[in-house]
T-cell receptor, first 113, second 114 residues
Framework: AQSVTQLDSQVPVFEEAPVELRCNYS??????LFWYVQYPNQGLQLLLK??????LVKGINGFEAEFNKSQTSFHLRKPSVHISDTAEYFC???????????FGAGTTVTVRA | KAGVTQTPRYLIKTRGQQVTLSCSPI?????VSWYQQTPGQGLQFLFE???????NKGNFPGRFSGRQFSNSRSEMNVSTLELGDSALYLC?????????????FGPGTRLTVT
C-alpha cells in the first residue's frame, strides 16, 4: 500500500516570500506523484505531476516540485507567493493499476501582506 | 471543454435517510472516482469506475455504493445515513488509462446529515 505524509499542517508566509511544502511518500513500487490545491468551497485543482523522467517538475502558477527517490520526497516550492496562493495544498500518490489517489492530510498556506 | 460537474452542490438529510449524488465527467473521460473529504479523516477514496465496471474500492461500509452509466456519468448512493457521513463528496474523472492516473475534480457535493 502507498501512503503520503505532509510534514507541515500549517505554513504562514509573507507575500513575495518563498514557500516550501514538504511531502514524503511510502511505497514498495514505482510511484506517480501529484500536488493539488483546494481553494475555499471548491474542488481540487492539479498543480503539477511527476510520472517519470526529469525529477524537477514545473506546474501552474509558478509552482515547481522535485522528486527525490532516495529520500522518498516530493517537496513543492514557489519562489514568491501572492495573497491569492492562500489555500490548502495536498500531496497525492498513485501506482500503476491502483486506479486511485492516496492523499496526505494537507497543508494550509496562509499568505499575509 | 466543460469540467466535471456534480449535482446537487449542497444537501441536507436526516439520519436514516438515503441520498444519491450525481457526477458528470469531462467529455471523453471514461473513469470516475469518488472521494469523501472530512476535517477529521481528510480525503479518502470511495470507489472508481471505468466503462461501467468498478475497478477499485476503498474501506467504506456497504451503505456506500456507486454505479456508472454507459455515457460515463456516475452516481453514488449512501443508505441509512449517519451523522458521520456529513462530508464533502468529490468526484473526479480521468481518461482512465495510460501512464499515471491524473484526475480532474468537480466542485463537490456538501452533504450535511442532521
Amino acid at each position: 500500500a502507498q501512503s503520503v505524509t505532509q510534514l507541515d499542517s500549517q505554513v504562514p508566509v509573507f507575500e513575495e516570500a518563498p514557500v516550501e511544502l514538504r511531502c514524503n511518500y511510502s511505497s514498495s513500487v514505482s510511484v506517480y506523484l501529484f500536488w493539488y490545491v483546494q481553494y475555499p468551497n471548491q474542488g481540487l485543482q492539479l498543480l503539477l505531476k511527476y510520472l517519470s523522467g526529469s525529477t524537477l517538475v514545473k506546474g501552474i502558477n509558478g509552482f515547481e516540485a522535485e522528486f527525490n527517490k532516495s529520500q522518498t520526497s516530493f517537496h513543492l516550492r514557489k519562489p514568491s507567493v501572492h495573497i491569492s496562493d492562500t489555500a490548502e495544498y495536498f500531496c497525492a500518490v498513485s501506482v500503476l493499476r491502483a486506479y486511485k489517489l492516496s492523499f496526505g492530510a494537507g497543508t494550509t498556506v496562509t499568505v499575509r501582506a | 471543454k466543460a469540467g466535471v460537474t456534480q449535482t446537487p452542490r449542497y444537501l441536507i438529510k436526516t439520519r436514516g435517510q438515503q441520498v444519491t449524488l450525481s457526477c458528470s465527467p469531462i467529455s471523453g473521460h471514461r473513469s470516475v472516482s469518488w472521494y469523501q473529504q472530512t476535517p477529521g479523516q481528510g480525503l479518502q477514496f470511495l470507489f472508481e469506475y471505468f466503462s461501467e465496471t468498478q475497478r477499485n474500492k476503498g474501506n467504506f461500509p456497504g451503505r456506500f455504493s456507486g454505479r456508472q452509466f454507459s455515457n460515463s456519468r456516475s452516481e453514488m448512493n449512501v443508505s441509512t445515513l449517519e451523522l458521520g457521513d456529513s462530508a464533502l463528496y468529490l468526484c473526479a474523472s480521468s481518461v482512465g488509462s495510460g501512464l499515471g492516473y491524473e484526475q480532474y475534480f468537480g466542485p463537490g457535493t456538501r452533504l450535511t446529515v442532521t
